[in-house]
């Protein structure tokens, strides 16, 4: 069974940088062919897409996101973290990892209870 656990801080301050990691037990994050995800969902919004990093290391993020994210792992450790650089109170949102398969049409199979982030003074 795959357990995702993210982990952070819950309050950053406006214009630092947000970096949350995600844990993974069970699994690991470099076996084929798994996209392993950051989502999140603003207080009374939808869910939004931030980005992945795949089990071969390559990232891909969203378009509207892409200038202040970065996503990278650490195979050792079997972690991959998310850092949202600049951050505004509309950044304030319960981010999830979660994990995608690639030959499922990248459909989420798995996901983290998820960790709420205030971005507040």
């Known amino acids: 069974q795959v357990q995702l656990q993210e982990s952070g801080p819950g309050l950053v301050k406006p214009s630092q940088t947000l970096s949350l990691t995600c844990t993974v037990s069970g699994g690991s994050i470099t076996t084929n062919y798994y996209y392993w995800s950051w989502i999140r969902q603003p207080p009374g919004k939808g869910l939004e897409w931030i980005g992945y990093?795949?089990?071969?290391?390559?990232?891909y993020y969203s378009p509207s996101l892409k200038s202040r994210t970065s996503i990278s792992r650490d195979t050792s450790k079997n972690q991959f973290t998310l850092q949202l650089s600049s951050v505004t109170p509309e950044d304030t949102a319960v981010y999830y990892c979660a994990r995608a398969d690639g030959r499922r049409g990248n459909e989420y199979d798995y996901w983290g209870q998820g960790t709420q982030v205030t971005v507040s003074s």
């Open positions: 990093i795949a089990y071969s290391g390559s990232t």
